[in-house]
């Protein structure tokens, strides 16, 4: 049977393709490409290590700080030094800064505009929708774009500018704080807050953190009109759409943790499956790389053992993607894995009902924006003028170190091997490839692959509307895919 | 047809070799935001890959349509490098769907388009993606690094005679962008708004230094020596600010940021072949103790002379505040009482 392509897919962050096998108005077999190499682990063998900083977030224009705080902490893992509570407490704001601001380009400018395709005219809630999502002509976009930018001068503040900071370093922040920055990032966030509670949430980020069930959501959404906010309106049109039954993963999710508050991270490390929580152990990471244009494929290799040598002409390769794997298992990672993980109750039952989905996915990104911006404001006042926000110590001749984080979209790895002073080994694994993971040698599809099997295809389309839900519910991003 | 169309200032913005962080960067538009900026200009996005809806087919129909003609192409903007390799065949990206290496169609698009621009420096230079041994074979549009021997050539000329554009930057400060597209737009551009390597003389015509909030300590010589210092940074910490072409320090990013403000280096990324500085980008390299890089325009023998004499003449509250994260000596005032 020959393969249907969908691609060039946008609203990816990159280039991505992905091909299926449809019957019966079904998909039933899906296979991801990534499309892109450019090779970074390749660029960075032989550099000074602290080149890290300035080759990594520019791996992505996107996740540029998650790069960076990454590689801070591979860094910081070889030097054996931590950051004063100054500079957590910087880079903390720094990355949620990010990640909100991701959250909400994916929100408004990546998931919502394929509501209002033509495909949906005929829905009740197409006209609504529409003029509030439409790509470029809707009103949402006319009013997420300044409040955004505005948010993003929290980086002007920390980090000098986005993307692409140098600010970020293994002891801490490179840009000290006085009482007039933190008052001016009281008052951005202020700003923010009140942009989230009238316009995405229509009710205070406090209500929202305080549901507990799907119940309690319902009962919280049946209290408004369905286009009272942007939640709401999404709400309505998961329901219509069922998207609770669109796009069904493995349910093993994976957080690596984040925001580390003085020993404690705000979100926790671990491993969901099977309805519980258990201990990450980062030991059983394995690259596979049977099915990528990537040479040495014999024995999937922990990232620290890891190589990243292209073949074009790999046999049985369609991608450029590796597949990574957890002590052999495909494991989904975002906002939805890092939050049923770190046990958000609303999270919990909806995982527990029924698993990862699109609404879910969706719900969940919602979520984590109201928690990090409660949690910014507790940072904030944690910025301590006149206290340092940077630890320096040199960095070894020899050593080894791993960096892990979580960038909006999932989880994100650094490992590294330096040797006489510069980089011999430098491995990456970023969230989408984590997701958007080719077959590996035992031919168990990625992620994706699993969630796309059973989308609906409508009669004479050529992009399947589903299929695109599907693929954008992960929040992709290609460029740190491959890198 | 729409209007625009009509008007001939249609736009098709492409990605390939890079991170996308340009897109990113132009979201933070300000003053107006980037739609509406675009608007006032009456630009039409034929597409952009994070703001249109199309996907798939309905995008390979237009790339057609464009190809054959159909649709007038008045502005190519390419974002990330353009990928030779491996061995020349443009395999390291194939653009999804299509079967056709991206190289091929930013071939085939340039010499339709009236005006082909480059965005950052990824797709003017190569950039980042170039760096270490280069394994993707990346080059600009019209550059390769600093020679004009990248993907179109020497000779290319876009539609409207003009040279490619080079909005050179990693990333690029969206309003570098937004402002070229307006002189564009407007039929202002013209040879001379470009420099000697295709960037717009706008902001390549300014130095970072300028503006530079260290400038007191570099007048004075009083230099950090670790990151957060508030010294200045070229002479231990690897800063180009005074070689580097851009008025990152006078136009300012995400409202009031900056390199320098951000307290690190500058590293010349307006520049060709920045990514590969041959030491380590936070480090000055220095020959006898004198940084080997020296100021734009400065004759080594005066910068030598100064620089000593500056040091010598360094106020104590400069030498301490210079190794220091936090002001520790505010300047002398008349009015104050007291040591």
Redesign the interface.
């Known amino acids: 049977m020959s393969r249907h392509i969908v691609g060039p897919f946008n609203r990816v962050e990159g280039d991505l393709e992905v091909q299926l096998e449809i019957t019966a108005g079904q998909v039933r077999e899906a296979w991801v490409v990534s499309p892109l190499y450019r090779g970074f682990e390749e660029i960075l063998h032989g550099k000074d290590p602290s080149d890290a900083m300035v080759y990594t977030p520019r791996i992505c224009g996107i996740c540029s700080v998650s790069q960076s705080v990454a590689a801070a902490a591979a860094l910081a893992d070889c030097q054996g030094v931590m950051m004063p509570p100054n500079g957590e407490a910087a880079v903390n704001l720094i990355l949620a800064n990010e990640n909100v601001a991701d959250h909400l380009t994916h929100f408004y400018l990546f998931f919502m505009p394929d509501f209002a395709r033509e495909v949906y005219a005929a829905e009740s809630w197409y006209p609504k929708i529409t003029e509030r999502f439409k790509a470029i002509s809707g009103d949402a976009v006319k009013q997420v774009l300044p409040a955004r930018a505005e948010f993003m001068h929290l980086m002007g503040l920390l980090a000098g500018k986005w993307p692409h900071s140098l600010a970020i370093q293994p002891g801490g922040t490179t840009r000290s704080v006085e009482i007039q920055e933190r008052m001016r990032i009281g008052s951005i966030l202020f700003s923010f807050r009140r942009f989230l509670e009238s316009a995405l949430f229509g009710d205070s980020l406090e209500n929202i953190l305080a549901l507990d069930s799907l119940d309690d959501l319902h009962t919280w959404a049946a209290q408004y009109p369905w286009d009272h906010s942007d939640f709401c309106r999404f709400l309505h049109v998961a329901s219509a759409l069922k998207l609770d039954e669109l796009g069904k993963g493995s349910n093993t999710f994976m957080s690596n943790g984040v925001y580390p508050c003085q020993g404690e991270p705000l979100f926790k490390r671990g491993l969901w499956e099977g309805n519980s929580v258990s201990a990450l152990d980062p030991d059983k990471i394995r690259e596979d790389l049977s099915h990528s244009w990537m040479s040495h494929r014999k024995d999937p290799k922990h990232p620290y053992e890891g190589i990243t040598i292209p073949d074009a002409d790999a046999q049985d390769g369609y991608t450029w993607c590796k597949a990574p794997r957890l002590d052999g298992q495909v494991v989904e990672v975002g906002a939805l894995a890092r939050q049923v993980v770190n046990g958000h109750p609303l999270v919990r039952d909806l995982v527990r009902l029924n698993g990862g989905n699109v609404r879910n996915r969706v719900i969940a990104r919602l979520l984590e924006i109201a928690r990090v911006v409660v949690a910014m404001e507790d940072w904030t006042q944690e910025l301590t003028p006149g206290e340092p926000c940077c630890n320096n110590v040199p960095m070894p001749e020899e050593a080894m170190g791993c960096g892990m984080t979580e960038a909006a979209r999932g989880s994100l790895g650094h490992w590294l091997k330096i040797k006489n002073g510069r980089i011999l080994n430098y491995q990456i694994i970023s969230p989408t490839t984590w997701n958007f993971s080719p077959r590996d040698a035992q031919g168990t599809p990625g992620a994706l692959e699993q969630a796309l099997i059973g989308a609906p295809v409508r009669k004479g389309e050529k992009d399947p509307v589903a299929v695109q839900h599907i693929v954008r519910s992960f929040d992709p991003c290609m460029v740190c895919t491959v890198h | 047809m729409t209007e625009s169309l009509k008007r001939g200032r249609n736009l098709l913005w492409l990605?390939?070799?890079?991170?996308?962080?340009?897109?990113?960067?132009l979201?933070?538009?300000?003053s107006p935001?980037?739609?509406?900026t675009l608007d006032a200009l009456g630009i039409h996005?034929l597409?952009?890959?994070?703001?249109?809806?199309?996907?798939?087919?309905?995008?390979?129909d237009l790339l057609e349509q464009i190809e054959a003609g159909e649709i007038p192409l008045d502005i190519l903007c390419l974002e990330g490098s353009v990928?030779r390799g491996?061995n020349g065949?443009g395999?390291?990206?194939?653009?999804?769907?299509?079967g056709r290496p991206?190289m091929e169609w930013v071939n085939t698009l340039s010499a339709l388009a009236k005006h082909v621009v480059a965005v950052g420096s990824c797709a003017a230079y190569g950039g980042?993606?170039a760096?270490?041994?280069n394994?993707?074979d990346?080059c600009g549009l019209q550059y390769d690094g600093a020679e004009k021997t990248g993907l179109l050539g020497e000779e290319f000329r876009a539609r409207s005679g003009m040279p490619v554009v080079n909005i050179a930057g990693?990333?690029t400060h969206p309003n570098w962008v937004t402002e070229t597209l307006m002189q564009i737009a407007a039929g202002q551009w013209t040879e001379q708004d470009m420099d000697e390597l295709g960037r717009p003389r706008s902001y390549a015509d300014h130095l970072v230094h300028h503006g530079c909030p260290r400038n007191e300590y570099y007048e004075f010589k009083a230099s950090a020596e670790?990151?957060?210092d508030?010294g200045c940074m070229m002479e231990h910490m690897g800063c180009l600010g005074t070689q580097a072409h851009a008025d990152c320090n006078t136009r300012?990013?995400?409202?009031?940021?900056?390199?320098?403000?951000?307290?690190?280096?500058c590293?010349n990324?307006t520049a060709p072949e920045f990514e590969e500085p041959g030491?380590?980008?936070?480090e000055t390299p220095k020959i006898a103790g004198i940084p080997v890089g020296l100021p734009t325009d400065m004759p080594k023998a005066w910068f030598v002379a100064l620089a000593s004499l500056s040091k010598a003449a360094t106020p104590k509250r400069l030498k301490e505040n210079a190794v220091a994260?936090?002001i520790r000596i505010s300047p002398a005032s008349r009015f104050r009482k007291g040591p």
């Open positions: 990605q390939s070799g890079g991170c996308g962080g340009c897109s990113m960067s979201l933070c538009a300000e935001d980037v739609l509406t996005l597409w952009h890959p994070s703001l249109s809806e199309t996907s798939g087919a309905d995008l390979r990928l491996p065949t395999k390291f990206h194939m653009m999804a769907g299509t991206m980042i993606t760096a270490g041994g394994p993707s990346a990693c990333p670790k990151p957060s508030l300012l990013w995400n409202g009031q940021g900056s390199c320098q403000r951000g307290g690190y280096a590293i990324c030491h380590a980008f936070n994260d936090h």
